[in-house]
């Protein structure tokens, strides 16, 4: 248990890592700075028992959220490399401007637009990589008996703000992609939103998983003094 409560220690830790973001849009050749920060049921072995049987209710269920979660996810995926394509292009295009201080400006527009996207995906993948690593330790614990119920729903929790802000980030990719001209102020205002959203949903993505940590951990301290307290009458009976 002393391992696993290591393990969760360093877990813990990892939620004090900050992503910040900065939306950099201009106008009328300047730019206009925006400053915020942005952010699938882990399924461990330890889930995989009768109950998730194709041939039962609950295990139907549970096969049919999946397949309707991967297909979101996927197109997800399609909108965002679709939206990477469109930059790419944009950035082609710059070839063809004959006004090289108009293109300039296209082309710091483009990259800040780049940069925002950029981070966006380093933020996702960081929440990611932090909510499989707590689902793994959930497979763990839960095979030795830990109680894992709540980190469960935490978990839960957790994927379920990721898909949002999944979401979000395609429209935010699609909105900066569309061409090299400057952001209408309409536009402007639904980045920002965008933005302000997906930065409230990483803060509530990262809350999740460290609850999730903390359960975990707690629970561990349980089944722990719960096994010293059936050991300890034996030994002070020898």
């Known amino acids: 248990m002393k391992?696993?409560?290591?393990?969760?220690?360093?877990?813990?830790l990892a939620f004090f890592i900050g992503t910040t973001v900065v939306l950099a849009e201009d106008n009328t050749g300047s730019n206009d700075k925006n400053d915020d920060s942005n952010s699938t049921l882990v399924k461990d072995?330890?889930?995989?028992?009768?109950?998730?049987?194709?041939?039962?209710?609950g295990g139907t269920l549970?096969?049919?959220?999946?397949?309707?979660?991967?297909?979101a996810k996927n197109k997800i995926e399609t909108l965002r490399e679709e939206a990477r394509e469109k930059m790419k292009a944009l950035r082609e295009g710059l070839k063809n401007e004959k006004d090289k201080a108009k293109?300039?400006?296209?082309?710091?527009?483009?990259?800040?637009?780049?940069?925002v996207?950029?981070?966006?995906?380093?933020?996702?993948?960081?929440?990611?990589a932090l909510k499989e690593r707590v689902g793994t330790q959930i497979t763990n614990l839960g095979a030795k008996g830990v109680d894992t119920v709540a980190a469960k729903a935490?978990?839960?929790?957790?994927?379920?703000?990721?898909?949002?802000?999944?979401t979000k980030i395609t429209t935010a990719s699609d909105l900066m992609a569309k061409s090299t001209n400057a952001l209408t102020a309409e536009e402007k205002t639904t980045l920002k939103t965008l933005a302000t959203d997906i930065q409230?949903?990483?803060?509530?993505?990262?809350?999740?998983?460290g609850d999730a940590v903390k359960s975990l951990k707690e629970?561990?301290?349980?089944?722990?003094?719960?096994?010293?307290?059936?050991?300890?009458?034996?030994?002070?009976?020898q």
Not at 104 to 115: D, G, L, Q, T, V
Not at 154 to 166: D, K, S
């Open 3 to 12: 391992k696993y409560l290591g393990l969760l220690t360093v877990l813990a």
């Open 117 to 128: 996207l950029t981070r966006f995906d380093e933020a996702v993948k960081h929440l990611t």
């Open 200 to 209: 409230n949903l990483i803060k509530a993505t990262r809350q999740s998983l």
């Open 154 to 166: 935490f978990v839960v929790v957790a994927e379920t703000n990721l898909e949002t802000i999944n």
């Open 219 to 237: 629970n561990v301290k349980i089944k722990r003094d719960a096994e010293r307290s059936t050991t300890e009458p034996e030994t002070n009976n």
């Open 45 to 57: 072995d330890s889930e995989k028992n009768d109950d998730d049987s194709a041939s039962t209710p």
């Open 62 to 71: 549970r096969k049919e959220m999946e397949t309707r979660r991967e297909e």
């Open 103 to 115: 293109a300039k400006i296209k082309e710091i527009r483009i990259a800040s637009r780049e940069k």
